[in-house]
């Protein structure tokens, strides 16, 4: 003769939120976002399992195709569309 | 370096053209062309199943397709399952067995599961694990994926 508690939500059967923007492809992640002029990055992994980094030559990455890229100090270099579309041709 | 051709098909029942390199898959022609971004790439090398679309009604991985491949073909993708109205039974069905999380996969095993119901109305379970096994999931797992295919074709047949 417990009383009988009632949850708005534990027990039910809810369908997630965004569940219909996933079963249609509308659901936007982060590789399908597309702004103007956006910059496109490229990952050079090291060859090296276990290593210091003493230098970072950037200098190939800068000078690809027409639009070269920009070492902003960080070691990533910035490029175009087009040059994205090259290196990654080129892998 | 080649120049650019162009290619049209039927994509989810609307002519589509396009220009892209001879060496560009379907799945970056839908994707980074033509703005049909469900189809996702989750491996690229044909082993995941995301990015499945149906080719003149083949089940392919459109990684491993060249776009030029494309020409004059009927082509499916997620978007174009479900109407502007509703979504398909299949839709509705993954959504109601919570077959999905991140929903990575699903447009895939959307995808795929369409093509398995159109060619077979009433699977057993082994069947569908069967037909899905190039799709892979790593959040949901296959069961409640299983479980929303065979509702699916149960609603299909009207039941």
């Known amino acids: 003769m417990a009383s009988e508690t009632k949850y708005r939500v534990i027990g039910t059967r809810p369908v997630r939120p965004d569940g219909v923007d996933k079963v249609t492809g509308r659901a936007i992640y982060g590789a399908d976002v597309v702004l103007p002029r956006m910059a496109h990055g490229k990952i050079l992994r090291s060859p ?23 070492d902003d100090g960080a070691g990533f270099c910035r490029m175009s569309m087009r040059s994205w579309r090259l290196a990654r041709a080129a892998t | 370096m080649t120049g650019k051709v162009a290619v049209s098909a039927t994509i989810n029942t609307e002519p589509t053209d396009w220009l892209c390199e001879p060496r560009e898959t379907l799945l970056e022609a839908l994707r980074d062309r033509l703005g049909l971004t469900g189809s996702k790439e989750g491996c690229g090398n044909g082993n995941c199943g995301a990015c499945a679309v149906l080719l003149d009604g083949r089940l392919v991985n459109s990684c491993c397709v060249l776009a030029v491949e494309a020409q004059g073909a009927e082509i ?84």
């Open chain 1, 48 to 70: 090296h399992a276990h290593a210091r980094i003493l230098r970072l030559d950037t200098s190939r990455a800068e000078q690809t195709a027409r639009s070269p890229g920009r």
């Open chain 2, 76 to 159: 499916t993708t997620v978007e174009g399952v479900g109407t502007r109205d509703g979504l398909s039974p299949i839709q509705q069905c993954f959504l109601e067995e919570a077959a999905l999380q991140c929903g990575f996969c699903t447009p895939g095993f959307i995808v795929a599961t369409k093509a398995l119901l159109d060619k077979n109305p009433n699977p057993t379970d082994d069947e569908i694990r069967w037909w899905l096994a190039g799709n892979l999931c790593r959040c949901t797992g296959y069961d409640k994926i299983v479980r929303a295919v065979q509702n699916a074709a149960a609603k299909q047949r009207g039941e």
